[in-house]
């Protein structure tokens, strides 16, 4: 039975874990939000984004692990199965005797204390800590740095194949932090798994540590039969968690992630996933323990969400300065700031490819959050793409109509740099880019010219001026709005009817 | 064995070339190359695909500009990630039907493409026309990286001496220039000469070095399309070129077709000027261009022809 668990077990996390790199790949994540619906299924978007519609999902996990323990770390997770694949691929070039993991005692004082000082942030209104730790979101990273990068790389191979049918895709902007982070992550990942199977998941990870909490009073537990348990070790050297104590012929719940192999190796069948509640041991004191403890730790979550949910009605105190133009969606930096894991979902959708990872432009605590960047493009009028695909509610999710009138920067227009006043020649590529007619041209001089005149009530800080802007040093830039407003509806101007029936020449 | 094979295929193949080759024969002898050309047609009143074919068979047909075996380029603008409504690119109908007229003279490849302003898979895609004239049967070619474009001097240019210009132009034996008739913010006009900025890679040379001698200065490329074929049926008067809602948009129902690109422009200006003033002074770059003896402004000296549906 168990085996069938286990394949079962097996099947969702592979299928999960492609879902959600689709959502990250170019040739997935276009023209449809299949794939990033599932990022909404991933504890920590789901506990951010429990304000902004994903109370429902933050439920269900709940009732998930209270049901069956951290079996969300081995099916849900993607990093729990990138780690799993991870070992798997390792153990092919091992001895059997070195593929052995052995039992080991838990780091409880270094799991809280990271638990701690990813979630107290939080509660102050900053995601930096959570959004290096998470696992979800550095997985995101991976996809997106990573494996996205390779997939272009290949995609652009294929195009020079056939360059008829095959487009190239014009390599995106890199930012060596949020690469080197991501490679370095997954180094740090392969090592600990290959060595260590689960070991991220159960030192580090903040997911990791709430759950195990909870998973104390799961209704099914891995339980190990001791009268007819021989002490054969076979469980422990397949427990990738390595939560498995045979001195005291007991499991750690808090570390179990529920893989079932040491009940498909157990040859006497001792090991069981057991229906635990309302049965007590009388010599085992586990039961009441992790029950206290499982609600402390809803408990405390509960008082969380509340806190946030105090926190977020009134914004710690607004930025003074900020070079950075959060995407539309991110109603304030302040509120990207504490919402946003940098999971990179919307750098690796947005189809200009203007939506980057943030080096300082939001400060150190807003690091590799996405920042839009009019370098290379500006931000489509007739797009909302990455408000749709953001998991968290870091951004929220916008309509067209909505993303039409959302002010995330205003123009300013200097124009003593404009090739208009400089060169004297005609100009007008800013006015041609502006999808709100906030910039417009007016007559200048004597020889027909028109130079621009802006009016920043109506502009959205789409950054299509400033991209196209042909002077060395641009004339028009954006101003980032550290506080996203409402833009005033472009002017309608209706025109008479004029009947021609006549060539004109 | 092998011998009777090939012999078969030979005379297979002899009788499928001669077979092929006789309709062209026809065409070419029907061809209007001796009627005394038409300079310009003027097209009124119509929905794009009549008033096409009433403007192309007073031209002479299309195979006065495309022969058999032709390698063919149809170049609308696709600038916008807008809808056909908008007027701000070319009307999509028009496109197909070009290309269907190219094929049927015996282009053996018709390729439409533009280095759009908006993400061009949105541009490809909203504007109708990729849809369009794959249906139409032509291959809608990549525009939006610079290794598409490659460059061409242009030593008759005054400020413009070389631009990068995409491959398809290169490549191709014909090409055909199928502008929308746009009111523009800087370059006053977008028409025939304009709708260049999308065979070029570096628009912001243009912009930052006297945009209307640029944009006349790419009309001396030694390239010229054959025929250039713009479409008023929708007219963006205001607001442009990518123009904010219909409400910019004027239903004119025109359509101007000429060999003689500052012509064609001087024509669909004159007949813009109807519906908002226009002076040809202000769009500088077609009395530039006529200054650079690419073609004439003076309407009275070509032959001109004027169609109402």
């Known amino acids: 039975m168990y085996k069938w668990f286990k394949r079962g077990r097996v099947l969702v996390s592979l299928a999960v874990a492609i879902l959600i790199t689709l959502a990250f790949l170019f040739f997935s994540n276009r023209d449809n939000f299949f794939f990033s619906s599932f990022l909404k299924v991933q504890f920590v978007p789901a506990l951010l984004g429990v304000f902004t519609g994903s109370v429902i999902i933050l439920a269900s996990l709940f009732i998930l692990v209270l049901l069956f323990g951290r079996i969300y770390c081995s099916t849900l997770c993607p990093l729990g199965t990138l780690q799993d694949t991870i070992w798997r691929v390792a153990s092919l070039f091992r001895s059997k005797r070195s593929r052995r993991f052995k039992f080991s005692t838990p780091k409880k004082i270094l799991r809280y204390s990271i638990l701690a000082i990813s979630a107290i942030p939080l509660l102050f209104g900053s995601s930096f800590v959570i959004s290096l730790l998470d696992p979800y979101s550095n997985y995101g990273k991976i996809s997106s740095e990573i494996i996205s990068r390779s997939e272009q790389f290949l995609h652009n191979i294929l195009s020079s194949i056939f360059p008829d049918s095959i487009f190239f895709r014009t390599y995106s902007q890199f930012i060596a932090i949020s690469f080197f982070f991501a490679l370095g992550f997954l180094i740090l990942v392969t090592i600990m798994s290959v060595f260590r199977g689960r070991l991220y998941c159960n030192t580090i990870c903040p997911v990791g540590t709430t759950l195990g909490f909870i998973s104390k009073f799961a209704a099914f537990r891995p339980v190990i039969n001791k009268e007819s348990c021989n002490k054969c070790q076979l469980c422990i050297s397949n427990c990738k968690s390595e939560c498995i104590d045979l001195e005291k012929g007991e499991i750690d719940v808090s570390r179990c992630v529920a893989c079932f192999n040491c009940m498909t190796v157990c040859k006497r069948d001792a090991v069981s996933y057991k229906f635990m509640w309302g049965k007590r041991d009388v010599d085992n004191v586990f039961p009441a323990k992790g029950r206290r403890e499982a609600l402390v730790t809803m408990g405390l979550l509960g008082s969380f969400i509340a806190a946030r949910a105090i926190s977020r009605k009134n914004p710690s105190a607004p930025l003074n300065t900020s070079d950075g133009i959060a995407p539309p969606g991110a109603l304030s930096i302040a509120n990207l700031k504490s919402n946003c894991t940098a999971c990179q979902a919307c750098v690796s959708a947005c189809p200009n490819g203007i939506i980057k990872p943030a080096t300082g432009e939001y400060g150190i605590n807003g690091l590799l959050m996405p920042v839009l960047s009019f370098e290379k493009h500006f931000c489509g009028y007739d797009c909302n793409v990455c408000s749709q695909v953001c998991p968290n509610g870091a951004l929220i999710p916008l309509t067209l109509e909505e993303k039409k009138l959302t002010q995330i920067g205003q123009v300013r227009f200097y124009e003593d740099k404009c090739i208009v006043v400089t060169d004297n020649t005609a100009c007008g590529a800013c006015d041609e880019h502006c999808p709100t007619k906030a910039i417009t041209m007016i007559p200048y001089g004597d020889k027909g010219l028109t130079i621009p005149i802006v009016d920043r009530d109506i502009c959205i800080g789409c950054g299509g001026c400033e991209y196209v802007c042909p002077a060395t040093e641009k004339a028009m830039l954006i101003e980032p709005t550290s506080v996203h407003m409402v833009a005033k509806k472009p002017i309608v101007e209706k025109q008479e009817k004029v009947v021609v029936d006549d060539f004109g020449f | ?309």
Request: aromatic share 8%; with cysteine.
């Open chain 2, 1 to 309: 064995m092998e011998r009777r094979n090939f012999l078969k295929s030979a005379l297979l193949g002899g009788i499928a070339g001669a077979v092929q080759l006789k309709p062209g024969n026809i065409f070419a002898s029907e061809s209007k190359e001796a009627q005394g050309e038409t300079d310009l047609v003027a097209v009124m009143g119509g929905d794009p695909v009549t008033m096409y074919k009433r403007g192309i068979a007073s031209m002479g047909g299309i195979s006065r500009f495309v022969k058999k075996g032709n390698k063919v380029v149809v170049k609308p603008n696709i600038g916008w990630d807008k809808k056909p409504e908008f007027a701000a690119n070319t009307n999509p109908e028009l496109v197909a039907a070009i290309v269907k007229d190219c094929l049927s003279a015996g282009a053996t490849e018709v390729v439409v493409f533009d280095h759009t302003c908006d993400e061009w898979q949105a541009c490809y895609n909203n504007s109708g026309i990729e849809a369009a004239a794959k249906a139409a049967g032509a291959r809608v070619a990549f525009a939006h990286d610079e290794k598409y474009f490659k460059e061409v001097s242009l030593p008759k240019g005054l400020r413009l001496k070389s631009a990068k210009i995409h491959e398809s132009i290169i490549d191709c034996d014909v090409w055909i220039n199928v502008p929308v008739l746009k009111n523009h913010g800087g370059a006053k006009m977008t028409i025939s000469m304009k709708n260049f900025m999308g065979i070029v890679w570096d628009r912001r040379y243009w912009h930052a070095n006297d945009l209307q001698q640029c944009i006349a200065d790419c009309s001396t490329y030694s390239k010229m399309p054959v025929l250039n074929i713009v479409d008023a049926y929708r007219v963006m008067t205001q607001n442009g070129p990518k123009g904010k809602t219909t409400e910019d948009v004027v239903t004119a129902k025109a359509l101007f077709m000429s060999t003689d690109i500052v012509a064609v422009d001087t024509a669909a200006l004159r007949f813009f000027n109807q519906f908002k003033e226009m002076r040809i002074e202000d769009v500088s770059h077609i009395q530039k261009a006529e200054k650079a003896k690419i073609g004439t402004t003076n309407l009275d000296t070509i032959k001109v022809e004027r169609i109402k549906i």
